[in-house]
C-alpha cells in the first residue's frame, strides 16, 4: 500500500508559469499545488495558507484576471494561464490605490489573510468598478479575516472603487472641457 | 514650539507597507538550506494505552528522511505548575510525544521529517500504531462521575483544579431572606482561539553560535525559550527564540506547544534545518480550544433591584492537558476571582473546578473566562429586572459602581473607570436610533426584534501582584525595555511583548517619538527575539501597551535624560534647561541654541573624550515597568439590536453600538480595530463557533465546513463611541483594549435575542445559540 500511494522522482514534470508577466520553470510533482508552488518553488511568499480546503481563501490569486483559490488549484492546471498575485500591486516601494485604502482604513491587523483580500479585490472590481458597497460586502464575504470583523475591509475596497470612479470622472469631465 | 504629539492620534501603521505587498516574513515563508518538513502520527483514538508505535514503514516511504517516537528523542515532559496544595491543584505533565497513553484524538504520538511535506504526509500514512483503548471521557458529566474513567492517574475525580477562592459569612442567609432570587445556568461551547495563521515553526542548529534557533509563532517567546532549552536540556544560552510576523495569535499561541519542541528536538538530532506547519485540521481538532465551561450561579437582589449576593459554582472543562505556563487553573481562577465585575456586590461565594477530559487541551483565548462569566451575570440582572419589573438598563444603573477606587468583595481594587457613563450613553445612542420605536413597530407585525446590553470592565495590565495571588510559578509581570541611539540620531526599542496584529510597531513607537520629540521614522521596534530582547513574557492579557508600553516611555524618558545631561555639559547649563523636541535639544533660555541628536551622538560615540567624567559613553538606557496593584480597569458598555428569523431561526444582528473606554488611546484606530475583531470573536462564540466531541471522544469540527467561522455577511457594522479616563498608574494613561470586545459580545447578543423572545417564554441560556435552537424557541408556544 505505501508503494502504491508513494510517488516517485520519475512523476516529476516541467511546468511553465506565468506569474506577474513573467515565465518560470518549475519541475515539480504533479500533485502540487499551485498554492505551494507559488510560494515554495518560486519563493513567492506574499500568497497565504490558511485551510487548503478552498473556504478562507487566504491563497486567492488572479488565474486570467478571475480570483482562484490556489490551494484548490494543481500548479499543472494553471499553465498557459496568467497568474497574478499581491507582488504584482506595489511598484516597487510605491503601493497601490488598493493597498493604500487598505491601510487608511486600518483594513488589516495582523496582515495574514489581507493579500488574499487584495486579491480578491482587485478582481472583483476590475469586473465591477461600479460595485456598491453592498456587493462589496457579498464578495469580502467569500474570505475569512479573525482580526478585523470586516468592517474596514469592506471600507477599503468601497474607498478605492470610489476614488476610482471619481478619478475616472474628473478625466472625462477634463476631456469634455 | 514643541511639535504635534502623535500618542492620541490615528497615525498610519508601520507595519502596513510590508504586509500589504506580500513582502511580510511569516514562519511558512521562512526557508532554509537542506530544510525538512515535519508532520506528526497522532492519535487516532480518544483515549487508551499505547501497545506500539511501529515507524519501520514509514522510514522507507520515498523522501521520508526520519521518524522519531518519543522513545527515540527521550525528552523532557512540559509540566505547569501552580503554588496550591494538592487539594486545589494536581500537577500533570504533558509529554512532548505521547509516551504511555494517549489522551486525546489528534495527540502527537511520533514526529516524520521528510524532504518536503507531501512525502511527511505520505510517511504517516504508513505509521502502524496499536492501542489498548479506554473508555474516553468526553464531558464535564463523566469526568465528576462516580467511578469515571481517569485521563490522569494522579488526578482523582478528573479534577485538576478546585478552588473555592471567596465565601462571605452570612451568605446563605442573605439569600434566605432576599425578596428576590435568580438562577442561572449556562453553558458555553468548546471554541477554537482560530489565528488564521496556523501554529509552526522552523528550527535548526547554528553551529557557529552553537545555538538551537527556533523560529516560532509564538505570544510568549522567552517561556517557549525556557521550555525547549528544559525539553532538550540544553542551557538557555543555547536556545534562541526568534518570532517572525504572526498571523494572529488570540490566546492560541501563548501557550508552549508540543510540536514546536518536537521539530526542534529533531533539527538538534538530524543537524538539519525542519519546519512544521500545522495544517488545518490539526489547527481545529488537536490543538489548543479553550471556553467549554458550565456555571450554576444564583443572585439575590432586594425590592429595589439592589445586588446582594452572588452565589456560583464554575466547571471547566480543560480538555487533556495543562498548558504551560498558565495551567488548567487559568480559566476557574479568572472566572472566580473577577466575577463580580462591575457591579457592587456585598457578598459573594464562588467555587471554580478545572475538569480534564478526553478532549484537546485548552488554552487561554480572548477574554478568559470574561465572556462567560459576564454573560452569566448580565443574565441575572435581566433576568431580576423581568421579576421585579424593572427597566434591564436601570437595574444596571442601581449596580454598577460609580465612587473609585473601590474595593470589591473580592478583594480587587477597581481603580477610576466610566461605568455608568458608558451604560448611560450606550443607550441613549441606541435610543437616539430610534430603535426602540423600531421594536414596538416590528412586534405589532408580528417580527422578533430585541435589545440587549452588557455593562462590563476588564483588568488589564496585571503585573506581578495579580499574577502572583493567583500562585502561578511563572508569575509574568514586569516588562523591560531597551532603548538605543545610533549616530544618525536614529532609534531602536526593545519590548517583551509580541505583536501579532495589534499594531505594536506604531503604538510603541508613537510613545517613544513623543518621548524623544524624535520623527516615528527615526524609531524602530525590536520583539520577538530572545537573543535581542533580554526578557519578557510576551504579549496576553491586555498587558502590552499598559505594561509594555509603560517600559518604552521610562526607557526612553531616560534616554531623553542623556541627552540633555550631554547637551546640558556642552552647554555648561543645567540639564532642566534643555528641552528635546522636534530631533534636537534646545536650549529653553535661547531657542536659537540647538544641539542635534547626530551632534550629541557623535560626542557619545565617536568624540567621547568630550563627555564630562560622570557620563558614561553610548547612547543607551534600559527600564522596567511592573503593576505592583490590582492593574487597571478598561470599561464599555455595548449595545445590540438583533431580530430572529421565524422561519430559519437566524439571528440577523442589525445594530451594533459599543461604548469603550480604554483610558489614553495610544491610536484611536488602532483600538477601534481590537474593538471591532474582537466582538466579532465575541459573536462568534455567541452565535456560530462550537467544537462538540461524539461519545467515543471524536471532534465535530476538522474543517471550515464544520466550525463555522462568521464572515461579512454575518458580522455587523460596529458604531464605536471612546470615553477617556486616564489609567493613574501606566505611564502613558493607557489601559488594555485588547480584549474587552470578545468579553461584551456574548452577554449583549444573548440579551438581545432573549429580548426578542420575550414573548415567547423561553430564554435561551447557552452558547452558540444556533438557528435550530431559536426556531425551535420562536415556534414554542408561551407558557401560560
Given amino acids: 500500500m505505501t508503494e502504491e500511494t508513494a510517488v516517485s522522482e520519475k512523476e516529476l514534470q516541467l511546468l511553465v508559469l506565468d506569474v506577474n508577466g513573467e515565465q518560470h520553470e518549475v519541475i515539480t510533482e504533479p500533485r502540487r499545488t499551485l498554492v505551494d508552488v507559488l510560494r515554495h518553488d518560486l519563493r513567492l511568499t506574499g500568497t497565504h495558507v490558511g485551510c487548503e480546503h478552498g473556504i478562507c481563501g487566504a491563497c486567492t490569486v488572479l488565474v486570467d484576471d478571475r480570483p482562484v483559490r490556489a490551494c484548490l488549484m494543481f500548479a499543472a492546471q494553471a499553465e498557459g494561464a496568467r497568474i497574478r498575485t499581491v507582488e504584482s500591486l506595489s511598484d516597487g516601494d510605491r503601493l497601490g490605490d488598493l493597498q493604500r485604502a487598505f491601510s487608511a482604513h486600518h483594513g488589516l491587523q495582523c496582515g495574514f489573510c489581507t493579500p488574499g483580500f487584495l486579491m480578491l479585490a482587485e478582481g472583483f472590481l476590475a469586473e465591477r468598478p461600479e460595485a456598491t458597497k453592498d456587493e462589496i460586502r457579498e464578495v469580502v464575504a467569500a474570505n475569512l479575516c479573525r482580526c478585523t470583523g470586516y468592517q474596514t475591509i469592506v471600507e477599503a475596497i468601497d474607498g478605492c472603487a470610489t476614488a476610482r470612479r471619481q478619478a475616472c470622472a474628473n478625466l472625462c469631465d477634463s476631456k469634455e472641457r | ?784
Wanted: net charge negative; proline share 5%; with cysteine.
Fill in chain 2, 1 to 784: 514650539m514643541s511639535q504635534q504629539k502623535l500618542v492620541g492620534r490615528s497615525v498610519a501603521r508601520r507595519e502596513d507597507p510590508r504586509l500589504l505587498s506580500g513582502r511580510g516574513r511569516f514562519v511558512d515563508d521562512i526557508a532554509l538550506p537542506g530544510m525538512l518538513h515535519a508532520q506528526f502520527v497522532r492519535s487516532t483514538i480518544a483515549h487508551g494505552e499505547i501497545a506500539s508505535v511501529d515507524l519501520s514503514a514509514v522510514r522507507q516511504v520515498p523522501g521520508v528522511v526520519a521518524a522519531f517516537t518519543a522513545d527515540d528523542l527521550e525528552l523532557g515532559d512540559i509540566t505547569a505548575q501552580l503554588g496550591r496544595p494538592l487539594s486545589e491543584f494536581v500537577p500533570t505533565s504533558m509529554p512532548v510525544l505521547a509516551r504511555d497513553k494517549v489522551r486525546y484524538v489528534g495527540e502527537p504520538l511520533a514526529i516524520v521529517v521528510a524532504r518536503d511535506a507531501y512525502a511527511a504526509e505520505d510517511g504517516l500514512e504508513a505509521a502502524r500504531v496499536t492501542y489498548t483503548t479506554l473508555p474516553p471521557v468526553t464531558s464535564e458529566e463523566a469526568a465528576l462521575a462516580p467511578g469515571a474513567p481517569l485521563v490522569h492517574a494522579e488526578a482523582a475525580r478528573n479534577t485538576l483544579v478546585d478552588v473555592s477562592l471567596f465565601a462571605t459569612d452570612g451568605i446563605d442567609q442573605v439569600f434566605e431572606s432576599a425578596p428576590c432570587v435568580v438562577d442561572v445556568e449556562t453553558r458555553t461551547g468548546r471554541q477554537n482561539a482560530l489565528p488564521l495563521e496556523t501554529r509552526g515553526a522552523v528550527a535548526h542548529w547554528d553551529d557557529r553560535e552553537e545555538q538551537l534557533v527556533l523560529h516560532t509563532c509564538t505570544q510568549i517567546p522567552h517561556q517557549v525559550r525556557t521550555v525547549a532549552a528544559r525539553c532538550l536540556r540544553l542551557d538557555e544560552r543555547a536556545v534562541r527564540v526568534v518570532v517572525p510576523d504572526m498571523g494572529g495569535g488570540f490566546g492560541q499561541k501563548c501557550v508552549v506547544g508540543r510540536e514546536e519542541i518536537a521539530a526542534a528536538a529533531a533539527a538538534l538530532r538530524l543537524r538539519r534545518p525542519v519546519k512544521w506547519i500545522e495544517d488545518r485540521k490539526d489547527a481545529l481538532s488537536a490543538s489548543f480550544l479553550a471556553r467549554e465551561q458550565h456555571y450554576q450561579v444564583r443572585a439575590a437582589f432586594d425590592a429595589d433591584g439592589r445586588i446582594l449576593g452572588l452565589d456560583a459554582d464554575v466547571v471547566c472543562d480543560m480538555g487533556a492537558y495543562s498548558c504551560y505556563p498558565f495551567t488548567a487553573g487559568i480559566e476557574p481562577l479568572m472566572a472566580s476571582a473577577e466575577m463580580p465585575g462591575v457591579y457592587k456586590v456585598p457578598a459573594y461565594r464562588v467555587r471554580g473546578r478545572a475538569v480534564t477530559t478526553n478532549k484537546a487541551p485548552t488554552a487561554p483565548y480572548r477574554g478568559v473566562s470574561r465572556p462567560q462569566y459576564v454573560m452569566v451575570v448580565e443574565r441575572l440582572f435581566e433576568r431580576a429586572a423581568r421579576e421585579l419589573g424593572l427597566d434591564p438598563v436601570e437595574i444596571r444603573r442601581r449596580n454598577v459602581i460609580t465612587d473609585f477606587p473601590y474595593t470589591g468583595v473580592n478583594n480587587i481594587t477597581y481603580d477610576p473607570g466610566s461605568y455608568l457613563e458608558s451604560l448611560n450613553l450606550c443607550e441613549q445612542l441606541v435610543k437616539d436610533e430610534g430603535w426602540y420605536g423600531k421594536q414596538d413597530a416590528a412586534t405589532a407585525e408580528g417580527r422578533h426584534i430585541g435589545i440587549g446590553y452588557a455593562c462590563f470592565s476588564e483588568r488589564t495590565g496585571y503585573g506581578s501582584a495579580a499574577f502572583a495571588q493567583r500562585k502561578m510559578q511563572v508569575v509574568p509581570g514586569f516588562d523591560i525595555s531597551e532603548v538605543r541611539m545610533d549616530t544618525s540620531g536614529a532609534v531602536t526599542v526593545t519590548t517583551g511583548t509580541m505583536s501579532h496584529g495589534q499594531s505594536h510597531e506604531t503604538t510603541m513607537a508613537q510613545i517613544v517619538a513623543d518621548e524623544l520629540g524624535l520623527d516615528i521614522a527615526k524609531v524602530r521596534l525590536h520583539q520577538g527575539d530572545t537573543d535581542r530582547i533580554t526578557y519578557g513574557f510576551g504579549t496576553f492579557a491586555s498587558r502590552s501597551i499598559t505594561i509594555g508600553g509603560s517600559a518604552v516611555r521610562l526607557a526612553a524618558a531616560k534616554l531623553g535624560d542623556k541627552l540633555r545631561a550631554i547637551a546640558a555639559a556642552r552647554w555648561d547649563i543645567d540639564p532642566d534647561d534643555v528641552e528635546l523636541t522636534d530631533g534636537v535639544a534646545r536650549r529653553r533660555d535661547d531657542a536659537s541654541d540647538v544641539l542635534s541628536y547626530e551632534d550629541i551622538a557623535d560626542i557619545a560615540y565617536l568624540q567621547a573624550h568630550l563627555l564630562p567624567k560622570d557620563i558614561e559613553p553610548g547612547l543607551t538606557a534600559a527600564a522596567t515597568f511592573d503593576v505592583f496593584n490590582d492593574g487597571t480597569f478598561s470599561n464599555a458598555t455595548h449595545g445590540v439590536v438583533v431580530e430572529l428569523h421565524e422561519g430559519t431561526g437566524r439571528v440577523e444582528i442589525l445594530r451594533y453600538v459599543c461604548v469603550e473606554d480604554c483610558g489614553v488611546a495610544i491610536n484611536p484606530q488602532v483600538v477601534e480595530g481590537q474593538c471591532r475583531g474582537g466582538i466579532a470573536q465575541g459573536i462568534a462564540g455567541a452565535l456560530f463557533e462550537q467544537v462538540t466531541y461524539d461519545d467515543q471522544g471524536e471532534p465535530s469540527a476538522t474543517s471550515f465546513m464544520d466550525y463555522k467561522v462568521p464572515t461579512a455577511h454575518e458580522i455587523p457594522d460596529v458604531l464605536i463611541h471612546h470615553l477617556e479616563t486616564p489609567s493613574a498608574f501606566t505611564e502613558t494613561g493607557a489601559k488594555g483594549a485588547g480584549e474587552g470586545g470578545t468579553i461584551g459580545a456574548p452577554a449583549a447578543v444573548l440579551n438581545a435575542v432573549n429580548d426578542a423572545l420575550r414573548a415567547t417564554g423561553v430564554e435561551l441560556d447557552n452558547t452558540p445559540v444556533t438557528p435550530e435552537t431559536v426556531h425551535r424557541a420562536l415556534h414554542l408556544e408561551a407558557p401560560s
